[in-house]
């Protein structure tokens, strides 16, 4: 069961296929239960993605800025949904976009070779089958200063902070970090990597995990997790 969140919903997809999804549902966002055949759920602010087995994807939420008008779209491989807009992955590594533009995050027309991509609040993140990334939309902070990034792996957009995984283990970061969320340059042994709101962690390959950044819920104390990760045959 693979499972995504936002600031108010939570999106859960399912080993058959189908979607569970709780919270907010104001926008109608958790109004998932028909769907099916899905491979894989992004949550946005205000509205749910799904993409389905055939290529093809469905959206339901708030829909103000066109950020749901995904129906056309076809030979997607991946998707992502930030604020108010939303990313599709082609087969062919370009990308399609619906939604708010207003920090140009959606301006992806040019891309090309991207293999996986990411979306933050207001800016989108693409990485490449030669391990650079790419970055567009609101750089407030520096979250999209990637173009210097090189042997990526895998990629993941917070709110004001991106972050990076390379082949190594290593992580890199950039964007706010008055709470140190960006304070990773000493992670070593990491095969996984998610940015939050206000926090970073890593999971290492011996299944514990380490993070850095703001902890005013505990969202960083996971020092004494272990055997974290799918379970090994």
Known sequence: MAV??????TV?????????????????????????DIVAVAAGS??????????????????????????????????????????????????????????????????????????????????????????????????????DWNDIVTVSAGVRHTVGLKADGTVVATGYNSDGRCDVSDWSDIVAVAAGEKHTVGLKADGTVVATGLNGDGQCNVSDWTDIGPKQN
């Open 4 to 9: 995504t969140v936002e600031s108010e919903h």
């Open 46 to 147: 205000w509205h749910t993605v799904g993409l389905k087995e055939n290529g093809k994807v469905v959206a339901t939420g708030d829909n103000g800025n066109g950020q749901c008008d995904v129906s056309d779209w076809s030979d997607i491989v991946a998707v992502a949904a930030g604020y108010d807009f939303t990313i599709g992955l082609k087969e062919d590594g370009t990308i399609v976009t619906t939604g708010s533009n207003s920090y140009g995050q959606c301006d992806v027309s040019d891309w090309s070779d991207v293999v996986s991509v990411a979306a933050g609040d207001d800016y989108t993140v693409g990485l490449k089958a030669d391990g650079t990334v790419v970055a567009t939309g609101n750089n407030e902070d520096g979250k999209c200063d990637v173009s």
């Open 12 to 36: 859960g997809l399912k080993a058959d296929g189908t979607v569970k999804a709780t919270g907010n549902n104001y926008y109608g966002q958790c109004n998932v239960s028909d769907w099916s």
